[in-house]
């Protein structure tokens, strides 16, 4: 497996140790990396409501969920799955995000050229976002999994989506908080299932 | 008619004046049905003629004219119209015709209808022009910028001649066509048809609500003198948007000025429930349907993402974003200048901010009006008014540029300009690669690059010149600018061997600005030899054998490089001797001389060559008259005067030294030219409150001479010990007291004096605090006789302690103080007069005493002392003789039987016992077994011995009869009333004894009191007698005593005398054991102190 960014350290690099603990040694860190994402995705978010101005602000504010092309929120039933699908449906979301995140980086960047902070947060989040499916991905391939499978065309998603935020500024505000309320969710998910793996877990 | 009015009239005036009103009323009415009555028959009659002829006109060229048809005349009847205008014209038509329209003027018009013949007066004044009614050609609309174009003809070819149009445009909105606006649009009839445009901005985005639009107009001809009127309204011609299902708010992303007020609509088919600007709740305006609009009044500036608009509806919300601005303010502080005649830079400041950014903010573009050419500003979100810049490049052969600076942004735009000689706005980058190099020690050469095609003009250069511990100095250099950007120059006027720190900045000729300076180049010049030789000094040594050489190294300025040696060399008129090189850094050598005069020269050396040398003479003129004088600094140096003396051909020199230093003297020296009379002395190495010794040197061809010695101090400090004294005799009214002198460094100042403070004290109780503080006990002596060395203090009291204190003190302050504590000694002949007075005095008296006693002698025995019997020869009492000699043995006052004449008791009791001082217990009352029961330290023991017996002779001749005698009690409850209980109590006294008992019971009698009562005391809880009797000790050798040894029982008093008084009260006497000091007796008058 060809190193990648965000790609854990390669199991067979000492031999003496058995794969087992690698597995576990890989899927701990998977988690560990998703659960600190969740944390700064909540960061994201919250830095994001902040720059859109009233009344995204404010308690109660519930805005349309628009749908996002080539990428929806985790089913209802998702838990239900096994976890190796489960884990396959993340890593396709999280592949799906990273250009979603850089549309709505570009958007924010005409919207709030000033906000340094938010504009950093959205082009680290597509870079994490990356990282995770890639370990994800890593994980799945441990386990024996397949890691193909339909999956949405990350690029297609993009442009669809920028296409809509070209639409009008409110529309755009909208969606981009949109797909940085996915980002949580599917980074909260990946960590949640991954921790159906992890020693300690459920599993 | 008239007729008829005056046959009516006429009747009335007969009628009284109340009659008359009725009657004028009436001929009112008459007179009104008259006139109807004819006004039908003319009226009939013109019905039967053509009537009523109108003219009206809609283009002033033709009138339009018309009348009513006479009665009888059917459709299409035909009518001979004549007209006379100067030509005869008669035109033959139906109803209506339209005639050229008339000059101005009346004309006579005829109608011909069959045998009728109507005739009119037709003037223009009386023809009415109305335009025709106007048609919209086209009405299309701009939703992105709300606004409707109108388009029409006004059809101006049908004029004659020009006039002014007044167009009435009204808008109407919504379905029920509420009138929104109606304006008005003036323009000029000019023969032609012209198609007229109109626009209008809308306050409410067009796809709100469908927009209709008509237009008038009115024709304002000033030669026409009839009627103008407006021309009917035009067909209604509407706007709308046509919109999918889909639910959208207008204006999409509008950008507004701040402060104006904007209208946003939801065009939706569901109920909008709510509207908010930011967190703001806004009322509703419905529009046609569901649709709604809000009207925002006075926006304020957006945030940096836009104002946010939401309608909410039942299960969604619609959003849109409004960006409310300020148009770009007039570029401010526009600037261009180039930093190297290749690039023009310009900048400027944004001004006040737009609060736009984005695609929003402002554009800024800079034309060059000669050239024509323009740069635009690459859009970068720079902070808030930051400067911001862009560059030009200069064009081959021009040197003014009028430079317009546009800046734009969706809410307008602004503008500045500049004409500028770029040739004159040279503001030169920074000098770089400054080197140095030598041409001697006191020249380098400076290169530097500065980049830049200066070719053309001056370059005027500033070099700072830094030199360590010395003021920088800045030389400006004009040079002619090079084309390769490398510059040379030459610096001279340097100090050979010394560190220089060069750096430079350029500007242009004519000046516009400093570039900024270069690094800094550090360089060390080269050396060269010695300017001047060593400043010299000799001593001779202590012996007077050698002559020491003294020099001062050479200052950087005059040593010009390092000091490597020194050549010391002495010449006499026969000879001269050379010394070894004396190497740097030692500043001295030492030559053995005879007493020849010698000329001593020091030469410097450093790697370049050798100093002038410099000379001293050997030779020192001595000087008898010499005095050794004070001196007080100002703090930091001293000042030194002289008078002048033409005999001084040389320098005067002035060297001192420490005083308290070994020799030889020599800190320093200071050379002072001939002509002066007055040096200060300063030296880092002065220090307050040390002594330093000063001498004056002149200098002759010969040598030198010491002219002055002085001491002194550059600052007098206070002494920093006191002075050590000591007491050197001591008298009874005199203290002698020496000190010694304090040491000089430990003076720190001249000795102006002593202070001496002494007052009465003794160690640990006398301080002698603040002494300065005028207190009137301390005597304070002051001693400004600094040879005075002894003090004796007089008018002392002897054998007193006196507190001693001393201290010195300076100009500089007071030293501390030193003490001690003397004695003086004691006065022997006061002593001696103290004692033999009072023993004189009481000889005296008792020698007078004695005399008087002697002489009264008689009267006294009789007063005080008179012969009492003795109680042995009573027969009555035996008392035993042991009784009162301190035995601890019970003693029994026994009675005896005697047999009294009579016992008086003065005493005057009550029924009820009152408290007694004393209590006498009966013997036979007491019972021994008891009383030996009783522990001691329970019952105080009083010894009662009564010493003396007062008598009172109550009957002399009975008492002389013998046998019988009284024997008298005297209560002295009179005098002791203590511890008495309340009288209101006296059977618990008797019964239940927890009250006071009296010490003593005194029964006079056992058969006078009940023994029964005295078993009941007895048995009492409460206070005991603190005597008990059967412990008393009889001690008076002239007590009566009992003489049965046997018995435990004392007897007090002597019953059996004759008639005695007596206090019943132990005495209270300290050394009888058994005395608790609770009794008391007449002697203690006589025996105990008069405190006791």
């Known amino acids: 497996m060809s190193r990648r960014e965000g790609s854990l350290e390669d199991p067979q690099a000492d031999s003496s140790v058995s794969p087992l603990l690698h597995l576990e040694a890989k899927i701990q860190q998977t988690h560990s990396l998703a659960r600190l994402l969740t944390k700064y995705a909540e960061q994201l978010l919250q830095e994001y409501v902040q720059h859109q101005g009233d009344p995204f602000g404010l308690p109660g504010f519930s805005p349309p969920r628009p749908p996002v092309a080539g990428l929806s929120a985790p089913a209802p039933g998702h838990a239900g799955l096994p976890v190796p699908e489960r884990l396959r449906l993340d890593a396709a979301a999280l592949a799906v995000l990273p250009p979603l995140l850089d549309v709505v980086r570009r958007r924010q960047a005409e919207l709030n050229p000033r906000a340094a902070r938010l504009l950093r947060r959205l082009e680290d989040s597509a870079r994490q976002a990356r990282a995770l499916g890639a370990a994800v991905e890593a994980v799945l391939g441990a386990l024996g999994a ?54 300690g877990g459920p599993a | 008619m008239m007729d008829i009015f005056l046959c009516l009239k006429q009747p009335s005036r007969m009628v009284d004046s109340k009659r008359m009103r009725m009657t004028s009323n009436f001929q009112w009415i008459l007179l009104t049905f008259l006139l109807l009555y004819l006004m039908n028959q003319v009226s009939s009659q013109k019905k039967r003629t053509p009537h009523d002829l109108k003219c009206v006109t809609n283009n002033l060229q033709v009138w339009d004219c018309s009348w009513r048809a006479p009665s009888g005349a059917g459709r299409g009847a035909a009518y001979e119209v004549c007209i006379e205008n100067g030509l005869h014209s008669c035109y033959r038509l139906e109803k209506n015709t339209k005639i050229p329209a008339l000059s101005p003027g009346d004309h006579e018009v005829t109608i011909n209808f069959g045998s009728s013949i109507s005739k009119f007066t037709l003037n223009e004044k009386d023809v009415s022009f109305i335009p025709d009614t106007p048609e919209i050609l086209n009405l299309s609309a701009d939703f992105s910028t709300s606004t409707l174009h109108l388009k029409w003809n006004d059809k101006g070819s049908v004029f004659p001649r020009h006039s002014n149009v007044i167009w009435e445009i009204k808008i109407l909105r919504k379905k029920n066509m509420e009138i929104v606006k109606i304006m008005t649009h003036n323009t000029t009839l000019n023969g032609k048809d012209t198609v007229h445009h109109w626009s209008w901005t809308s306050d409410m985005p067009l796809e709100c609500a469908t927009h209709y639009v008509g237009i008038r107009c009115y024709i304002d001809d000033p030669k026409f003198s009839g009627h103008k009127e407006w021309s009917n309204w035009s067909l209604l011609k509407n706007i709308s948007w046509s919109s999918d299902s889909q639910t959208k708010v207008f204006p999409q992303d509008k950008v507004i000025l701040v402060g104006s007020d904007i209208t946003v609509c939801c065009v939706t088919q569901e109920k909008v429930l709510l509207a908010l600007i930011g967190s703001t709740n806004c009322p509703l305006i419905h529009l046609d349907g569901e649709n709604v609009a809000i009207k925002i009044h006075n926006i304020s500036a957006s945030e940096s993402s836009g104002t946010n608009v939401v309608f909410s509806v039942e299960d969604n919300m619609f959003g849109t974003v409004i960006f409310a601005g300020y148009p770009p303010d007039i570029p401010q502080k526009l600037n261009c200048e180039t930093y190297d005649l290749k690039e023009i830079v310009c900048t400027w400041n944004p001004g006040r901010p737009t609060s736009l950014v984005g695609p929003r903010n402002t554009s800024y573009t800079l034309c060059e009006s000669f050239s024509g050419k323009c740069v635009r500003y690459k859009r970068a979100e720079v902070p808030t008014n930051e400067s911001y810049q862009l560059f030009f490049q200069m064009l081959s052969n021009q040197e003014i540029y009028n430079f317009t600076l546009n800046a734009r942004n969706p809410l307008g735009q602004s503008e500045s300009t500049l004409l500028v000689n770029v040739t004159e706005k040279v503001h030169p980058h ?207 140096g001293i000042l030194l005067t002289w008078n002048y003396d033409p005999n001084m051909t040389c320098d005067y020199v002035i060297k001192w030294c420490n005083s308290s230093r070994s020799e030889p003297c020599l800190m320093d020296w200071k050379k002072v030219p ?153 006065n022997s002949v006061g002593l001696i007069i103290a004692i033999l007075i009072p023993v004189a005095v009481a000889v005296i008296v008792g020698v007078v005493t004695s005399i008087l006693c002697y002489r009264k002698r008689e009267w006294i025995k009789e007063t005080f002392y008179p012969d009492i019997p003795n109680p042995e020869n009573c027969k009555a009492l035996q008392f035993q003789k042991s009784v009162c000699e301190g035995s601890s043995a019970l003693k029994t006052l026994e009675m005896n ?161 004759t008639n005695s008084r007596q206090f019943l009260i132990p005495p209270k006497d300290e050394e009888s054991p058994k005395s608790s000091g609770g009794g008391w007796s007449f002697t203690n008058f006589f025996q105990n102190k008069p405190n006791d």
């Open chain 2, 674 to 826: 001939s002509n002066s009379t007055e040096t200060v002395i300063e030296s880092d190495q002065f220090r307050p409150g040390v002594r330093y010794n000063f001498f004056l040197y002149g200098c002759r061809n010969q040598g030198y001479q010491l002219l002055r010695s002085i001491i002194g101090y550059v600052e007098e400090l206070a002494p920093t010990v006191a002075p050590n004294f000591t007491v050197e005799d001591t008298s009874a009214d005199s203290i002698l007291v020496r000190w010694e002198d304090i040491p000089v460094e430990e003076l720190r100042g001249f000795l102006r004096g002593y202070l001496f403070y002494f007052e009465k004290g003794e160690r640990d109780t006398s301080k002698m605090r603040g002494l300065e503080s005028g207190r009137s006990d301390i005597k304070v002596k002051n001693i400004t006789d600094i040879s005075q060395k002894t003090l004796r203090i007089v008018d002392l009291q002897g054998k007193t302690s006196y507190h001693l204190v001393l201290r010195a003190y300076t100009d500089g302050g007071m030293g501390p103080e030193k003490s001690m504590f003397v004695v003086t000694k004691e």
């Open chain 2, 897 to 1057: 039987p005697c047999t009294p004449n009579n016992v008086e008791v003065l005493e005057t009791r009550s029924m009820v016992p009152k408290t007694e001082d004393t209590e006498i217990i009966s013997p036979v009352a007491e019972r021994p077994e008891d009383s030996s029961d009783v522990e001691p330290e329970n019952h105080v023991v009083v010894s009662y011995c009564p010493p003396v017996i007062e008598e009172e002779i109550a009957n002399p001749g009975a008492d002389e009869a013998g046998g019988a005698s009284q024997v008298i009690y005297i209560d002295i409850q009179s005098m002791y009333q203590p511890q008495a209980k309340p009288e209101e109590e006296p059977e618990n006294d008797l019964v239940g004894g927890a009250g006071y008992k009296p010490q003593m019971h005194l029964p006079v009698t056992s058969t006078v009191e009940d023994l029964a009562a005295e078993d009941d005391l007895d048995k009492t809880a409460g206070y005991r007698p603190q005597a008990n009797v059967n412990t008393w000790n009889l001690v008076s050798p002239d007590s009566p005593r009992s003489t049965d040894s046997n018995s435990e029982i004392v007897s007090f008093g002597s019953p059996c005398s």
């Open chain 2, 430 to 636: 920074t000098p770089t690669s400054v080197k140095v190099k030598d041409i001697n020690s006191t020249a380098v050469t400076l290169s530097w690059h500065l980049p830049g095609s200066f070719a053309k003009i001056k370059l005027l250069c500033q070099i700072e010149i830094n030199k360590t511990n010395s003021v920088h100095e800045l030389r400006n250099i004009t040079m002619k600018g090079v084309e390769n950007s490398s510059y040379l120059i030459a610096v001279d006027k340097l100090n050979p061997y010394t560190i220089y720190i060069f750096r430079i900045r350029c500007s242009t000729k004519p000046f516009w600005k400093w570039s900024k300076w270069s690094n800094e180049k550090q360089y060390l010049t080269t050396e060269a030899i010695p300017s001047k030789g060593p400043d010299t000094w000799r001593e001779w040594s202590s012996d007077g054998k050698n002559l020491i050489i003294y020099w001062k190294p050479l200052s950087i300025n005059e040593a010009n490089g390092k000091i490597l040696s020194y050549n010391v060399s002495c010449s006499s008129d026969e000879e001269t001797q050379s010394l070894s090189e004396i190497l740097d850094p030692q500043h001295k050598a030492e030559i053995q001389l005879d007493k020849n005069d010698y000329i001593i020269s020091v030469v410097a050396k450093n790697s370049v060559g050798s100093s002038p040398p410099s000379k001293i003479a050997s030779m020192e003129i001595p000087n008898d008259d010499l005095k050794i004088e004070q001196a007080v600094g100002m703090g930091n």
């Open chain 1, 146 to 199: 397949e890691t193909g499978g339909p999956r949405p065309e990350p690029a297609a998603a993009a442009a669809a989506i920028a296409a809509a935020a070209t639409g009008g500024v409110f529309p755009a505000k909208v969606l981009g908080l949109r797909v940085c309320s996915l980002y949580l969710e599917w980074v909260s998910r990946t960590e949640a299932d991954l921790g159906q793996l992890a020693p």
